[in-house]
């Protein structure tokens, strides 16, 4: 056991020195925080000049009722399109040319300038004159309080989800089925990266240390057991270490830069966005998902958190130990491809299931696939977020530590056997005569 754990110090100490560990760890925080925080620091910046908006209103019924914004002012001009001068187009931004009755098709509405104009420019005009050709539309049936009336027969319905405490009857609270496929499809897509990172990484370090001959050095001192799995660990050990220092620098520089431009209140951040995005068309949905960013709280984070690392280090164990014996049994990274494939069309197929239950977490196919070794860690973190019974949870795991232990032992003996062997094109037919060796 000595030995192992100075594999796994090697291993870890080693990977964790590199500059490539130390600019991923130290960037991708930085890249994360810069999406996250960009959209709010951009919120609290005041835009510049307004830009005049020249418009000919041919019918002149709408040129009058056009409200300016912060941003645009519309101007009225008298004359027609055709008639502007090449002095005159350098005046304004752009010009608006109503024409026809906008109630019907004879209406055209069209933009003239020198430079494309800006689509929040086009979303504003667009939403005033749907709103003013709609109150037209409705003033010319002569019907009174049409308007009123139709407003009050198109209401607004929105499902709130409330959730049932198992402890306490009397004990509810607002969450959102929104909010918990994001978290799910994040921590999937999380698993699924991970996977495919530090699982090639024991395969490359491997292959490397066979090609470099430097594994007839190790093995004379330590078993290949000792070898292979103080690999896995090790570098298992360097994953959860970058994800550990990726929450911790996330945390710190999301606080920092809150509390730089006066948003380290999260209610003043939910403030800012849904003032920022009132003003576009799109409000409505927007707002919605503002208001569920406010459900966040709502969710188990302990759970998520806990289940998320036991189904990473489960995951990435099993797929480890495979990749590990490939890399034993190969001797450079282009003979690798015959062997990953069939290790990597589970992985692609779980994250389909996982992207396919994220809209159905209870179904059929999720649930079972939840239960298979070789998909579970990647779909269960779709359902995690909508809340599995905890048996569910514990049979899962437990079958992938299962799992794990019998691919270790098989993966083990390709890995004693293949370690030494080289300038030989490994096929399928070697490796199952080498699983038939006795210890």
Same mark, same amino acid.
């Given at each position: 056991m000595n030995n192992l754990?100075?594999?796994?110090?090697?291993? #870890?100490?080693t990977r964790v020195r590199k500059k490539s560990f130390l600019i991923l760890t130290f960037l991708t925080p930085l890249l994360m925080v810069a999406l996250i925080m960009l959209p709010?620091?951009?919120? *609290? $910046?005041? +835009?510049?000049?307004?830009?005049?908006i020249a418009v000919y209103d041919e019918s002149g019924q709408y040129v009058s009722r056009l409200q300016s914004t912060q941003q645009f002012v519309f101007i009225p001009y008298e004359k027609p399109i055709s008639q502007i001068s090449a002095e005159e187009k350098d005046d304004y931004s752009a010009f608006?040319?109503?024409?026809?009755?906008l109630c019907d098709s004879s209406g055209q509405v069209s933009f003239y300038s020198l430079k494309q104009i800006s689509m929040d420019l086009k979303y504003e005009v667009e939403s005033q004159l749907e709103a003013m050709a709609s109150e037209d539309k409705i003033a010319s049936?002569?019907? &009174?309080?049409?308007?009123?009336?139709?407003?009050?027969?198109? &209401?607004s319905v929105r499902a709130e989800s409330v959730l049932w405490s198992e402890k306490d009857s009397q004990s509810e609270q607002k969450t959102s089925s929104e909010i918990s496929m994001i978290i799910g499809m994040v921590a999937t897509l999380l698993i699924y990266m991970f996977i495919f990172i530090y699982g090639s990484m024991v395969m490359n370090g491997v292959v490397e240390e066979k090609s470099n001959r430097i594994v007839e050095i190790i093995v004379s001192s330590v078993k290949p057991f000792q070898l292979m799995m103080g690999k896995i660990v090790g570098i298992a050990l360097?994953? /959860? *270490?970058?994800?550990?220092?990726?929450?911790? /620098?996330?945390?710190?520089?999301?606080g920092v830069l809150g509390a730089s431009i006066g948003l380290s209140d999260p209610t003043a951040i939910l403030e800012s966005q849904t003032a920022m995005m009132a003003t576009s068309p799109a409000a409505n949905m927007d707002s919605e998902m503002m208001a569920g960013l406010q459900l966040l709280q709502s969710f188990n984070w302990g759970q998520i958190i806990l289940w998320f690392v036991l189904f990473f280090l489960g995951g990435y164990l099993l797929y480890a130990s495979i990749f590990a014996a490939i890399g034993g049994a190969i001797d450079n990274n282009d003979d690798a491809q015959q062997f990953t494939l069939p290790v *990597?069309? &589970?992985? $692609?197929?779980?994250? =389909? $299931?996982?992207? #396919? +239950?994220?809209?159905?977490p209870d179904g059929p196919m999720v649930l079972w696939c939840s239960f298979i070794p070789f998909f579970s860690p990647i779909v269960m973190m779709v359902r995690l977020p909508f809340g599995v019974p905890g048996w569910q /949870?514990?049979?899962?795991?437990?079958? /992938? !530590?299962?799992?794990?232990?019998?691919? !270790?032992?098989?993966?083990?003996?390709? #890995?004693? *056997?293949?370690?030494?062997? =080289? +300038?030989?094109?490994?096929?399928y037919k070697d490796l199952w005569k080498w699983l038939k060796y006795k210890s």
């Open positions: 754990g100075i594999i796994i110090a090697r291993e #870890y100490g709010m620091m951009l919120s *609290t $910046i005041k +835009g510049g000049d307004s830009k005049d608006l040319s109503i024409s026809g009755n049936y002569n019907i &009174p309080e049409l308007a009123q009336i139709l407003q009050e027969v198109k &209401p360097v994953g /959860l *270490t970058q994800v550990a220092l990726w929450v911790i /620098l996330v945390s710190v520089l999301s *990597t069309i &589970p992985v $692609i197929f779980a994250l =389909y $299931i996982g992207i #396919y +239950g994220a809209m159905n /949870l514990a049979l899962s795991f437990g079958l /992938l !530590v299962l799992t794990f232990l019998l691919i !270790v032992k098989i993966a083990a003996k390709i #890995y004693r *056997t293949g370690i030494l062997m =080289y +300038g030989k094109k490994v096929t």
